[in-house]
């Protein structure tokens, strides 16, 4: 389950230099060598999946189980109270890692990161259309 041309399965087998902070059986955990704040920390798994559409449901859970504790560190480390936890998935949504990486984004009053959250409108109609829609695909 690892690709060869991978970096991030590279970075968990240990054959690309890394600042590791945690590691186990399914999960690898390492600073962002661009970090968008201090304290940007990336948690994947050591298997290679390319997004959360692929990825098992116990490796999901493997991952998310270890999230609490990993926020925690970084957030106590950088002196943080807040954080974002992401994931991008596909290029359109910004991933340009094509290995499953949740994000640990630490926040501070007055830093600089800023994420455009360019809020629409959810219509009576489109949205009883779309969540009908998504109802009847997860029922296939
Ligand atoms: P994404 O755009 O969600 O795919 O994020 C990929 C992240 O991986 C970026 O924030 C990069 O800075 C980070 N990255 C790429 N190569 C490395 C590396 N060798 N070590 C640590 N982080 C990396
Ligand atoms: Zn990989």
Redesign the pocket.
């Given at each position: 389950m690892t690709d060869p041309n991978c970096?991030?399965c590279k970075?968990a087998a240990g054959h690309?230099p890394?600042?590791k902070v945690f590691e186990d059986d399914v999960v690898f955990a390492?600073?962002?060598?661009?970090?968008?704040v201090t304290g940007?920390t990336?948690v994947i798994p050591k298997a290679h999946y390319p997004t959360v559409m692929e990825t098992p449901p116990e490796v999901l859970s493997a991952i998310n189980a270890r999230i609490p504790a990993l926020s925690r560190a970084v957030l106590a480390a950088t002196g943080a109270k807040a954080c974002h936890v992401l994931?991008?998935n596909g290029s359109e949504a910004?991933?340009?890692?094509?290995h499953l990486?949740y994000?640990i984004l630490p926040r501070k009053p007055g830093d600089s990161f800023r994420i455009p959250w360019n809020a629409g409108t959810l219509d009576k109609a489109s949205g009883s259309s779309l969540a009908e829609s998504i109802k009847s695909e997860l029922a296939r």
């Open positions: 970096i991030f970075i690309i890394s600042f390492f600073l962002d060598i661009g970090p968008l940007h990336l994931v991008n910004m991933q340009s890692v094509d990486h994000h």
